[in-house]
Nanobody, 121 residues
Framework: QVQLVESGGGLVQAGGSLRLSCTAS????????MGWYRQAPGSQRDFVAA???????KYADSVRGRFTISSDSAKNTVYLQMNSLKPEDTAVYYC???????????????WGQGTQVTVSS
């Protein structure tokens, strides 16, 4: 079993910034990447960003240029720096572990509990 614990969500005004963190623990996962998804009320869970252990990254078009994903392999932690936040970024953000290959991120069945991000206009 892999446990994922997110932190860093909160309430911020439009144009502001937040940094999310997610730390993995438990069994070793064979995938090569960690990623973030988000889910707004009444919507499906959407891909946000992913990064491999080697530093390759992938972003959703809606966040490219505003969000930056990074990781610290020594701490088994992935970060999501979110700048220039918009009200439409409001959602619960979930951390995953998975596989990033060929430009596609495939999440595993391991998900964090989610952290709420609310952006006020």
């Amino acid at each position: 079993q892999v446990q994922l614990v997110e932190s860093g969500g909160g309430l911020v005004q439009a144009g502001g910034s937040l940094r999310l963190s997610c730390t993995a623990s438990g069994s070793t996962f064979r995938g090569n990447a960690m990623g973030w998804y988000r889910q707004a009320p009444g919507s499906q869970r959407d891909f946000v960003a992913a990064t491999t252990n080697g530093g390759s990254t992938k972003y959703a078009d809606s966040v490219r240029g505003r969000f930056t994903i990074s990781s610290d392999s020594a701490k088994n932690t992935v970060y999501l720096q979110m700048n220039s936040l918009k009200p439409e970024d409001t959602a619960v953000y979930y951390c995953t572990v998975g596989l990033l290959s060929g430009g596609y991120y495939r999440p595993s069945n391991y998900w964090g509990q989610g952290t709420q991000v609310t952006v006020s206009s």
